[in-house]
Every structure is written in structure tokens, then in C-alpha cells.
């Protein structure tokens, strides 16, 4: 068994736990922003920022994000104190200049004490806070098609020029890219990846899409992209994406009823 | 090591109420989107009880199958089996609701529970389900084997050994994914 | 040529080195970028029309040497960075140590003449000493190079780095072949840790202790490669010296990777080289293909067990790819984002295996080291920082270009000495180090050794060598600015800290070059700054206030000034200076020519003046004016 310091409490934790996990465990508080528990870590936001150190350090110390920093023997972790609060409000500051009308960083901002940005608010803002879960959660999907383009002030996320040729499962096609899944904008916090979705089709990222219906009640299940997709990456029959749950739950009641009409007439 | 309890459906013995429904959404209550904090509303259910006449009636709910396509399916293995109780539950905080699960499930099992923006599916009530106590005529029973003897064959009976009892019986597009 | 085994190489190193010594002279045409730009390539064309036309016995390779009867002879090649790239092109005339400066096509018919010819000098195409403006003949009656040490250097300007010959003749691949056929990779590793030897990316840690941690991950891991990778990323405003050792020298380059993955058991490595630098990548990848066909990459090396080859990948021209995971991912085809270090490359880098990466000087360095011994090379330098340091020594010197010191010499010897004091003899004010996230130091630190840790307690870093002089008529706020802009342009811009704490470090500054804001501006740029250096996720962000940070603590006065007296005291920043014109006008005319808004009125003769309304400080008058009779106050 694994133990280390979190805030001058012993704790347990298993091997491979990132800190964030161990103090949740606990029930130890850490803001995050950009940590989402399905995806890879990212530790863009830096809201998540606790002090480390160890007993051999010798009083030096260093502020690492919890949600990468893996929990280690003897670690002590600190998740409190004035420089980590200055820090998480300088963090929100900045993002509250970056966003200051999107109601998600007014919201945040007023959790760390802020009514406004005390920083000079960007010029043209969108309510884009480049916390890279659409990107993640696009790569994890296994469409890979959107990533952060450009650099640092300039950055933004979007569509690339060329199909990315890494992490795709081998034997799938390479997709064009976007399926029209909508989990970019699902995931997203402040609501800035816009799109359509009706009986219609789907629109996002500036590609329409089909919708493809229950076969049975005409209810949307997804864009004919996604199915395919779904059905490679997972190596299920493409049959099992036909129908919606409802349609398919009473399919299962009559296909139990036969078995049990048959078995009573046998 | 005692042997595993399991839920099991006799849709001989189902007259219908529909109190597992009931019962279902009542152990599942809503929470706020983003809070965890339940209210008094009950939520989607889980299981549900089709009439395919006056006197027959068959309750469907999740299996829990050996090789779920749910679980091949999640991307972000959100859904994972709770090895105590046996269901594969939906790990809520990893689930990013791409809504493959609730198309993939052959069986229409998995939901979609837009009030909570939440992916639901049974959970077997965390190894306690409400639907097997509140079923009048043990139609649905959580047991190691089923108690009661009389009505017609039990349907379990049928498949060997496997989680997923109702997949056996409709083994054309059974469950298992590779 | 194949070159099949350690004994073969050996023999054709003796051959080569023979035919070198009975050279009776070498002309190095220096085509480094500096004087390629400056037209070298057509000075050497043109030499090598004139030496052909001449009855001289002048060979263009050493191999065609041995052709003859008898030794002797001339060499005329192109060679790589002379270093003093103020004056480029160069040719240098050896052994006679001849340097001529600013040379023209038409200059080769006088240079093989008489130089090659009769053994003259020619004085107009020396070196002037810049205070005492008296000619010099070669490098060593030059402050420029008799105050340099090479070592990492030492071929670049003195063989063609085209030449395989060349390099072996001059005790090239010794060290390979030494570990080879007498060490085993366990030797190779402890004379690395032995010699104390520290990255020269900037980090400056340990490459002993990184190359063994790396060894011990790759154990505990037995089904993993493992991978080394040269960084020749070298992205720094004003630094040029892995480019240098790149395009001068690229065998030491690729024989030190060699060597390590010869330590280290790896058979892979990558060359990671920024797109800009078309010249270091072509004579990469052609010396990568000499090496193959001689056999010194590629399967069993030398006919011995080794096994080792080698891919140039180019950067797409993002500053952030120099930061070493960041450079991993942009390998791997991803975006050059970095990620926490917390698990160090050396376990889990490229492709998630153990990797070794050092920068270009690291490891041309190392075939220096396992050839003279770890000693040797320790007991250059200090004693925590070994060895010497390339520095691209740029700015308001006199003299620019590159310079190789031993560690632990001071910063007014670099600066005052090889560099030859400030230019137009005007004071100094400042010395920027380690890049753009380096720091400014002032004139009291001057004194200070150049070395890892001094220059990091003083809160600048040595970085990976850029060294950027500053006179009097620099602003320092305005410097804090220009780096800060560089670097929120660079910044990859995944965390926050690092990218929106740029851009408002970027606009509180220029509320100070705009003369506005108040005490309350300087603590918001604090505060900031603490939060960058504390909270950003890789090295780029947490050391990019070091601008404004060295500047404040050294020069907070002249911040102090522009908020409250509305004054750049430099003269610089636009917004709070003047362009006046004094009485020393002689009414030339020449600036009234040269304002591109017509701001200048004057007649002939007369007192010429600047509309203030119009005037957009660009400066022109200034440079224009034969009597200081513009003043900028």
C-alpha cells in the first residue's frame, strides 16, 4: 500500500493515481477547469495547481498540476494555502479578460471573488476559454478532427488542413475527418462550438450531415459517419446500429415473447 | 467463494403492473445536471414491461452481457463493470454522451436521460434491485438460481453459465461482440 | 567508399591525416549563412576560376591531393562559420593566418596573385582594429579569436564540412572507432558522467545523469527502444551557434549521436532541425548519406556489432518545438505542444519510450570527450560548468559573431575583449542572456563568470548562448517589450498562464512605453509574473517573465520614468520622445530629404526644423545627420 501527505493527513493511494484522484478520494477539493475524468489529462488550465514537496527537499517546494502530477510515497501535497489562491485567482483573472461576457468565466470569476477582470479584456472576444476538451474528447471518439491551430494568443481550435495520420485504430478507414457526433459541442463548457441539429441533419464545423433514422419509428439516431464509424472503431455489426433504444427494447419483449410462445406450444 | 447473484426474468409469471417500473424510476431520481444533490422527481426507468396481449407480458432489462456492445462501443470507457454486483454501470464523470451505447445496445437497454444530461442504463441498483423487490409474482428475482417453482420453464434455464440470460434467448443477434 | 571495418578506418584516418600535414596551404572560403548571404559562394567560384587560370598547384578536395607526386599543394574549399560574421565573407589563408575581410568576386584575381602566388599581403582587405583602427593580418593579432578557446568550434572555418576526408584526416571518428574496438558502452557512458558535462540546450542538466537514467528506465522496460534525438531547434532571436556547428561541422554532430546510442544500446535516432535553416538541414542530410555509404550508419557499423541510423525531421518554424517534449510530439507528427514533465523523457518520451535528447553543441561535443578523456575535458571551465560554451555574441558590439569561451569567464571579457567594446564608443547598459526568456543583467554584473548557475542566481540563465549587447541608447522597457511580444507570439498557447499572461504583460507594457499607468501598473505585472514563473506548464512559461522581471530589478528606475515623468530616458519609446534639431545644423538638407512624412522644413544653409505634429519618430533624420545636430529628448 501506497501513502503519502495531503494537506498534514496520511493518505492512501494506489499506484498510477494522479494526485487529483487521490484527493478526491478523499474528498480533498481541487478546482479544475480543463480536467474531464473520461479524457487524457491536458493541464492547460492550471486551476488545479497544489505545492509539493518532500521531507528531503530541504523547504524547496513546487506548484504542479494534480490532475498530471502522479501520487507518489512520501509525497507531501499541500491543496491550500495564499500563493495557490493568489495563483487560481490570477489563472481566472486572465481567462475572465480572455472571456468577459461568457456567462461560464462571469460564473467562474465570481467563485474566486472576481466581479470583473481586473486585466484589460480582449479585443474581439468569443467565449472560446481554449480548455482543449473538444480536442480531446474529438481524438478520443477516434475522429481526430479538430486540434488547437496556431500559437499562443492567436491559438483556436478548429478543423486541420490534411487528415492527422496518427492514433487511428489500424483497418479503419481514413475518415474525412469530422462525423458530425456533436461531442465537441456537447463537452463544451462555455457553449462556443455552435451547431444544428434537427430532423433535418446536422451542421458543425461547417460540414452538413445526414441523419440517419430508427428503422423501425423514424426516430434520429446519428449521422451515417458516425454509425460507420462507431461500428469500426468498436467491431460490432453495423446491424447493431438500426434502431433507436425504445424500438429495440420492445423488439427484445417480442422476440422474448416468441421464444416463450414457442416453448410453451413445443 | 458463494456463487453470484443474478437477475432473472420469467416473463411467464410478468401479470403487468408495472410496478418495477415504478420502482425503477423511483430508486433512480433525478439529479441537476452538474450537481449531484438527488431531488424528488423520479427518473427515467430502466426497465420496462411490454404487453403482447391481454395476458402476456414481458419486462425488459439489461442483462448485463458477458461482452457488452455498450461497453465495446464507449470511447472514453465510461461504462464499466461494478465486479461486486455484476452491472456494467455508467461511470457518469467519464461519459461524454456521444450516445453510441444507447444505438449500439441490440436490446434497446441503455437510455439516454435528457433532464440530466446523464447516459442511464440498470446498475442492478448497485447490487440491491428496487424492480425484483417490488415484482409481486417474482417474474423478475435476483438470486443465484430462481426460488419459486411452479409457473412455466423459466427462460433462464436456456442459456449456460453466461451473465446475459435474455441474450441466450434471443441468440440470433446475441451479444457478444467479437 | 564502404569503410568495412575499425582497422580500415583506422588506416584511411592515418592516410587522410598525412596528405593533410603535407598541406603546404589552406584557403577557407567561409559559407556559413552569414557569408553565403554576403556572396561567398561567388567569391569562391571566382577563386577557383583564378587559381585554375594560375599556374598554382590548388586541389578542391583532399582526396585529388594525393593524385600528385609528392605532397604539398593548396586546398581551396568552403568552409563553415568562421565565426566573425560582422565582416563576412571571409577567406582565411593558412598556415600563414591571413584573414580577408568583406572579400569580392573581383578581389580572387589579387588574392591568388599575390597572396597564393607571391606570399603578399594584402592590407586593404584586412581587419581594422576597431579603437585602433590599425590593420590586422590574421587571428591571432585579432582580440576577436586570441581570447577564444575552440573546442566545439575547432572545425568549423578550418575544413569543409562537405568532406568526410576532411573530418577523419582531422581526427574525426577517433573516438568512434576507439569505442569500437576498445570500449564498451558502459566506458563510453562513465567518461561522459565523468567529465561533468552539462546540456548546452539551457537546462544545463547533467547529460551523464540523463543518459543513465535513460538506461535504467530502458532496462526496467526490456521490451522498449530506446531513442536519441539532437534538438537543433534553435528558435532564440540573435542565436546561431547550433546552426553554425550544423552547417560547419555536421559530422561531430552525428558521430557524437553515435557514440551515445553506442552507450546507450539504441539503434534509432531523429535530428530535430528547424525549417529555417535550409543550409545546416542540407549538409545534415548529405553528411547522413556519406555516413551510410561508408558505413558508419546503418546496419553493423564498421563491421562490428552496432547498428545505428539516423532521420532528419524539420521543424514547421514554432519556437515552442525547441522545449524538448514539445519537439517529441512534433515528431511524432503531433502539435508541438509541450506536456508536464513530471515523468521525465528519459522514461517515457518519444513514442512513450526512453529517450535521450541533447542539443546540437551537447553532443558534438561528445566525440571531444571519449577522444581526450573525461579529465581533459573537466578540467576546462569551472568546476560545476566544464568544458566551454558557444556564444553567438550579438548586438551594439564591435565585433559580431561567433565565440567559444571556457566556462567562467567573465561577461566584460566576452563582451569587451573578444567583442571589442561597445560600438561608436558609446557606454553599456546592458547584457541580455539565454534568450528571450533569458534576463538583461546590468554593468555592476559585468564581472560575473559566464556559467550556469551564476548567471541564473543573478537571475538571468545561460540558455543555450545567444548573448544580445545593449548601449545606452536602449530602453530596457522597451527590450522587456520586444521579448515579450516574441515570446507571446511563441508561446504554444495551451496553458493559460503562459498565454494570456503574455498578452497582458505585453499591453501593461506598452501602457509604460505610452508613459501611462502608475505603481499600481508595476505590482499588476509582478503578481502576474509570479503567477507565470509558478503556475505555467512547461519551461517556455515559467521563465517567460524573465524579461520584465531582470529589467525591473535592475533597471525599475527607468520603468519609474516612463510612468511618472512621462521620459524614455533612451530616447526610444515613440509616444514620450521628441526629435529636435540643434544648433549644429548646417542646413545640409539631408534629413529634410530623408523624413518619409515632410516633417523637416529648411531651407539651404538654414536652421532646418521638425514639425513635432508630424513627425512619427522613425528616426531617419537621426541616421541621416553627418553632425549630431538631431537630438531625441
Known sequence: MHSMQLNGRLVNFEAGQTLLEVARANEVPIPTLCHHPGLESHGGCRLCVVEVTRAEWDGWWRMVSACEFPAADDLIVATESERLSRTRRNVVDLLLARCPETPFTVALGRDFGLAKSSLAPRAEPDDCILCGLCVRVCAAVGAHAIAGADRGVHKQVGPPYAPPSFERPPGLAPAGDCIGCLCCAEICPTGHIRYENNAQGREIWGRSFRVVECASCGAPLGTPEQLDHFAARSGLSRDYFERCDACSKLDTARAFDQQVMGEGTS | ?178 | MLIESVAALRARQAELSELWAGLERRVLVCAGTGCVAGGALEVHAALTQATEESALDVSLELSSCADRDGPGGTLLVESGCHGFCELGPLVHILPDDILYTRVRPKDAAAIVEKTLGAGEVIDRLLYKDPVSKEPRQGHGEMGFYAHQKRVVLARCGEVSPASLDSYLATGGFCALATALDTLTPEEVLREVEQSGLRGRGGGGFSTGRKWRSALRAREARPDSRLHVICNGDEGDPGAFMDRSIMEGDPFAVLEGMALGAFALGSTRGYIYVRHEYPLAVRRLERAIAVLRDAGLLGERILGCDFSFDLELTRGGGAFVCGESSALMRSIEGKPGEPRAKYTHSTDRGLFDEPTVLNNVETWALVPYIVDHGAAHFAAIGTERSPGTKAFSLVGKVNNTGLVEVPMGTTLRRIIFEIGGGIQKGRAFKAVQTGGPSGGCLPAEKLDLPVDFDTLTAAGSMMGSGGMIVMDERTCMVDVAKYFIDFLMGESCGKCVPCREGLGQLSSLLAQVTRGEGSESLLSKVESLAETMELASLCALGRSAPNPVLSTLAYFRDEYLQHIEKQRCPAGVCKALVTYRITEACTGCEACRKACPVGAITGEKKVLHVIDDALCTRCGACEAVCAFDAVLVE
Not at chain 2, 427515467?44 to 402476456?56: C, D, G, L
Request: hydrophobic content about 35%; charged content about 20%; proline content about 10%.
Open chain 2, 1 to 178: 467463494m458463494s456463487e453470484a447473484k443474478r437477475l432473472f426474468v420469467t416473463p411467464g409469471r410478468c401479470i403487468g403492473c408495472r410496478g418495477c417500473e415504478i420502482a425503477c424510476a423511483f430508486a433512480h431520481p433525478v439529479r441537476r445536471p452538474g450537481g449531484h444533490r438527488p431531488s424528488d422527481q423520479p427518473g427515467k426507468s430502466r426497465i420496462r414491461t411490454f404487453p403482447m396481449s391481454a395476458e402476456r407480458h414481458v419486462p425488459v432489462v439489461c442483462l448485463q452481457c458477458e461482452e457488452a456492445a455498450c461497453q465495446a462501443v464507449c470511447p472514453t470507457g465510461a461504462l464499466q463493470r461494478n465486479e461486486a454486483s455484476g452491472a456494467i454501470e455508467v461511470l457518469t464523470e467519464r461519459c461524454v454522451r456521444c450516445m453510441m451505447c444507447v444505438v449500439a445496445c441490440p436490446f434497446g437497454n441503455v437510455h439516454d436521460e435528457p433532464a440530466m444530461r446523464e447516459i442511464v442504463k440498470c446498475d442492478l441498483c448497485g447490487g440491491d434491485p428496487a424492480c425484483a423487490k417490488f415484482c409481486p409474482t417474482a417474474a423478475l428475482e435476483y438470486a443465484v438460481r430462481p426460488t419459486r417453482n411452479p409457473p412455466p420453464k423459466p427462460l433462464h434455464s436456456v442459456a449456460g453459465g453466461t451473465r446475459g440470460q435474455m441474450a441466450g434467448a434471443v441468440s440470433t443477434t446475441g451479444p457478444s461482440v467479437r
